[in-house]
């Protein structure tokens, strides 16, 4: 029931594409098929020219004080700028489109705008134009998702499922392989412990096992993996390759390009908010390597 | 198959397919766009198993970190108690020609407490959990909601101490104790009802969480949690629209109706006219508006 919910009603046609019409989109798009055909290409995130822009409150001179909050409240009218507003413009029309069975790496410099973007395909950040389409609901999974930290591990366990829409059968078949994967107990009995008690590489851990364990059609990761250990890494490189085989769509966002290597098949490089590059893992982190050593 | 993308925005995408018509062919959706309000209910009610758990794991967490723990839930709103019989039936004298003060007082401080702790918990189910928001989908009305439930709970532990209370100042069991039941429900549908409202609004205008306090504390004034608004009524010349505005006010209605449930000295002529109907309003106005206030900004809770 719950699983119904989480996908929004699509037309049947989708997993029984009529065969000409799929024919031709295939055709269309061999130039950037980057071995999808096994499957097919079914598209499951598409960004359509899209631009995000933030807008900083409270920017303007003397910020934190209380006149220019009170200036902030009577020029509300008035243009943005002269109330302190700033405006950040960090994904300047980017499009892409990302199919099933896919993993892709995001990488690129530090404020280049992937964290920015995986938001906005999360549907957790308005975009200024442009549109993104998504399969159903992505999930993204970031450092700072932060559960119930006053709970124990057991019981984050638990919220965490239901609020995903799995249901207490589902929760309890998977409990076990969620705490193992987690490696939370390796140590000793830590998910009885509220989650306050954990280190936050272990909190970082047990979130990512909470999230990856139910199958999502779009899964997006956000430098989850970077705070664990090297076996836990290794362990969720296998779990991510095993969300693909169950035709979901994995993004993921990480400096460690040997982690994007083992996991992804496509990758994109933004630079400024602009894509720079879209294309197979290899080819790509050569340029971006290039483009790293060379100070740009 | 790859090229180094010149800026500006890459010639590369789709070009003679549309985006829309891909995403159409598909069955893809908007990212982030609010579901139908029938299709957010039907979520709302896949999730019931998280509201409920939700609750029922914030109820025990919060006194986790003290050393009497589970004891606080009872010990709180009976010092509560005690505190406004101090204040207002010893030193302010506030309990003359009220019968059966105690009850009467406890009753009132457990029920305003009821609707002020789901207020003020309410006003920051988004904003307090924006890790949680940010996290995990799930249709957000739950958060509210599952906060109201949470204060229920809470309220039932009050009312197991209340019934002590109640025996042992000689209040006798009565039948008419069963009106609790519906007295409570519809409360709790018009706590669960303002808790969304506030919610949407502390979402947009965090500051709302530091005026609430003043606006409740007012409220509770108003509301004749410590003294006898009919008596208050009775003894001055208050206008009539001033009468009316005190006698409908939704928590001293639900007060006012919990009160006349459990202790025999309060009677129904103490009771406004038409109060189930006054309660069963307030519930359904707050209830499905507050509801439908807080979807219709579903998609912006937890961004920016």
Redesign the interface.
């Known amino acids: 029931?719950?699983d119904i919910?989480q996908t929004?009603a699509?037309?049947a046609?989708?997993h029984h594409?009529d065969g000409d019409?799929h024919h031709n989109?295939r055709d269309?798009d061999d130039?950037?098929d980057?071995g999808r055909d096994r499957r097919g290409p079914?598209?499951?995130?598409?960004a359509?020219?899209v631009d995000i822009v933030?807008?900083v409150n409270g920017t303007g001179a003397g910020r934190g004080t209380a006149t220019a909050a009170l200036n902030r409240i009577l020029r509300r009218g008035q243009a943005e700028k002269t109330a302190g507003v700033r405006t950040v413009h960090a994904v300047?029309?980017v499009?892409?489109?990302a199919y099933k069975g896919e993993a892709i790496g995001l990488i690129g410099t530090n404020g280049s705008g992937k964290s920015t973007l995986l938001?906005?395909?999360?549907?957790?950040?308005?975009v200024e134009s442009g549109?993104?389409?998504?399969?159903?609901?992505?999930?993204?999974?970031?450092v700072?998702?932060?559960?119930?930290n006053?709970?124990t591990g057991e019981?984050n366990v638990?919220?965490?499922g239901?609020?995903?829409?799995m249901?207490?059968e589902q929760i309890k078949e998977r409990y076990q392989e969620i705490v193992e994967f987690s490696g939370i107990n390796e140590k000793g009995d830590f998910i009885t412990l509220?989650m306050r008690t954990y280190s936050s590489g272990m909190a970082a851990r047990l979130?990512f096992s909470i999230?990856a364990a139910k199958d999502h059609d779009v899964l997006l990761i956000d430098e989850a993996l970077a705070t664990g250990d090297r076996s836990f890494q290794q362990r969720s490189e296998a779990r991510i390759r095993e969300l693909r085989k169950h035709a979901g769509t994995v993004f993921l966002v990480s400096h460690n390009n040997k982690s994007i290597r083992d996991t992804c098949d496509r990758v994109l490089w933004l630079e400024r908010g602009?894509?720079?590059?879209?294309?197979?893992t290899a080819?790509?982190i050569r340029?971006y390597e290039k483009f790293t050593r060379s100070g740009g | 198959?790859?090229?180094?993308?010149s800026?500006?925005?890459?010639a590369?995408?789709?070009t003679?397919?549309d985006?829309?018509a891909?995403?159409a062919?598909?069955?893809?959706?908007?990212?982030?766009?609010r579901?139908s309000l029938p299709?957010y209910i039907?979520?709302l009610w896949?999730?019931r198993?998280?509201i409920t758990?939700?609750a029922t794991?914030?109820l025990t967490?919060q006194y986790?970190?003290a050393k009497l723990g589970q004891v606080w839930q009872v010990a709180t709103p009976l010092l509560n108690a005690a505190v406004y019989y101090f204040i207002f039936g010893v030193l302010m004298g506030t309990k003359h020609g009220v019968p059966d003060y105690v009850p009467f007082l406890v009753t009132g401080v457990f029920v305003w407490t009821f609707t002020q702790s789901s207020i003020m918990a309410g006003t920051r189910a988004i904003s307090g959990n924006l890790?949680?928001v940010?996290?995990?989908?799930?249709p957000r009305a739950?958060l509210p909601i599952s906060f109201a439930l949470q204060q229920l709970q809470q309220l039932l532990f009050s009312m197991a101490a209340l019934v002590v209370i109640l025996l042992c100042f000689g209040v006798p069991v009565a039948a008419s104790w069963l009106l609790c039941v519906p007295a409570l429900l519809l409360q709790s549908t018009f706590n669960a009802g303002i808790a969304m409202v506030m919610a949407r609004m502390g979402a947009k205008t965090p500051d709302i969480a530091q005026l609430m306090p003043f606006l409740l504390r007012t409220w509770m004034y108003v509301s004749g949690v410590m003294w006898s608004l009919e008596h208050i009524m009775r003894n001055h010349r208050l206008p009539h629209a001033v009468y009316l505005a005190l006698e409908t006010n939704p928590a001293a209605v639900y007060i006012d109706l919990m009160r006349y449930a459990l202790i025999d000295s309060f009677d129904a002529g103490q009771l406004p006219h038409h109060v189930w109907a006054i309660a069963l309003g307030w519930a359904l106005l707050a209830g499905v508006g507050g509801f439908v206030y807080f979807w219709k900004a579903e998609?912006?809770y937890?961004?920016?």
Not at chain 2, 25 to 33: M, P, Q, T, W
Not at chain 2, 134 to 138: D, G, S, T, V, Y
């Open positions: 029931m719950a919910l929004p699509r037309p046609d989708r594409p019409r989109h269309h130039d950037r980057h079914v598209p499951t995130v598409i359509d020219r933030y807008r300047r029309s499009s892409f489109t938001k906005a395909v999360a549907g957790l950040l308005p549109r993104i389409y998504t399969d159903g609901q992505p999930s993204l999974l970031g700072n998702a932060a559960l119930m006053d709970l019981r638990y919220l965490g239901l609020a995903m829409g249901s207490r509220p979130r999230a602009e894509l720079r590059m879209d294309g197979p080819e790509v340029e | 198959m790859s090229q180094v993308l800026t500006p925005p890459p590369q995408t789709v003679d397919d985006p829309a891909l995403a062919r598909y069955g893809l959706s908007v990212s982030g766009a579901p299709a039907r979520q896949a999730r198993h998280f758990a939700f794991a914030k967490a986790s970190q890790g949680l940010r996290a995990l989908h799930f739950a998609e912006t937890g961004r920016g």
